[in-house]
């Protein structure tokens, strides 16, 4: 019985052992993201914490911005800020343009943060309230304000009433350096970086890496070295003159079109190279629509209506330059035997309303008589003919059109060719009278022609 008693205690410990080895910590993920994407970064000091543990996050404003506040799961103005994570989170840092005018100079190595406590509704930038935090690169300790503010707090208000021009002083921190050997040997110390001054020590070895701004390029490095290599080591010697060659880069203008015109590129100042132009270079864009067409705007990465605009090269551009039909009726003159073939005479355009007076001796065996030949062109939207008639006012023969009637419509692109006829007079005088116009346009046709035929019908 004894037996029996140890085995049920052992069986409930293995089972008690068995359920608590199955329970864990949730382990939960922190993503963040900057808005706008441009304004900066966060870095963080982990992207996932079991349950109850913290994240530190930190927002790293780019030049010309200034965080504001987190958003999304953790909320406030703290920069550094802890998260507690007690479930997945997304957080957002929010940044500000920074438009006010403050010059801050840097003696030193750190960095500053600036926050915006107070902006004015105006439109200018003065009497903003700022918040400036002092952060000294590691190794290095801060020193004081100075300029137009005085302190040594790392954390000032300025209140900018006019251009401010501060000084944030930054001072190198000793350190020891202690070598501890563990039995039997040396150690030789190698310097691979130096900190930032102008003198080094003989023999020294530095890294030089060429950082380019924006629309520059690295080409290479001359004088004391002469390589394209980046970074580079440079032991020190005695004539230590460096120099870093950076070069623009080379962008291009990518023009599309729609509808029919055309676009020129004129450089204003700047390079221009084979295949596009390097950056700033300031290029004139102009736009010249086809006959019958308008120009409307320019559209992809430029937005304007203006005709010819000026840019300012600071990347690749693609731009659409939009074109759109003018509509419009258009009337042409053609040769009166051969008709609108442009291969035996080319057509001459007349404009509406238009009238002809004329009149005419005419020999022909013909009983039909042709007075002009007309062709009509049609652009942009439809066009009705109406009201059209065509008689003899003195009833001696027959007046008709050929090719249009009442009712004919022409759609866009549609061409028309029509005549204007009648038969013959037999040798008396008739006074022709040929008439259309255009419905809901003021567009007319008018022909009045005085015939005398001199041959007689039999």
Known sequence: MEKVYYSLIFILSLFIIASCSTESTPVYQLNTSVEPSEAGSVTQSDTEAEEGETITVTANANEHWVFDRWSGDYSGTENPATVTMDADKSVTALFEKREYPLIIDIEGEGTIDERVLQQKTTDYPHGTVV??????????????????????EEVIEVNIDGDTNITVTFERLDYPLTITIDGEGEVELEIISSPKTTEYPFGTVIELTANPMEGWEFSSWKDAINTTENPVNYEMGTENNITAIFERKEFTITVDKVGEGGVSQTLVSGTETDNGYLFESLVELSATPSDGWKFT???GDINSSENSIEVNLLNDLEVIAEFEIIPALELWRC???????STFREPTKVSFPYTLNSTSVVSTTSNTIVH??????????SYKISKLSANDRNGITSA???????????????????????????????????????????????????LQSNIEVD
């Open 131 to 152: 918040e400036l935090t002092a952060n000294p690169a590691e190794g290095w300790g801060f020193v004081e304000w100075s300029g137009d503010i005085e302190s040594e």
């Open 335 to 341: 040769d009166r035997s051969f008709g609108c073939d």
């Open 400 to 450: 008709s059109f050929s090719g249009i009637e009442n009712g004919t419509v022409l759609s866009s692109g549609d061409e028309v060719e029509f005549a204007i006829l009648s038969g013959r007079t037999s040798g008396q005088q008739s006074n022709l009278q040929y008439y259309f116009e255009i419905e809901g346009e003021d567009l007319s046709f008018s022909a009045s022609i005085t």
């Open 372 to 381: 002009g030949r007309y062709l009509l062109k049609a652009r942009g939207k």
């Open 297 to 299: 705007n320019w559209s």
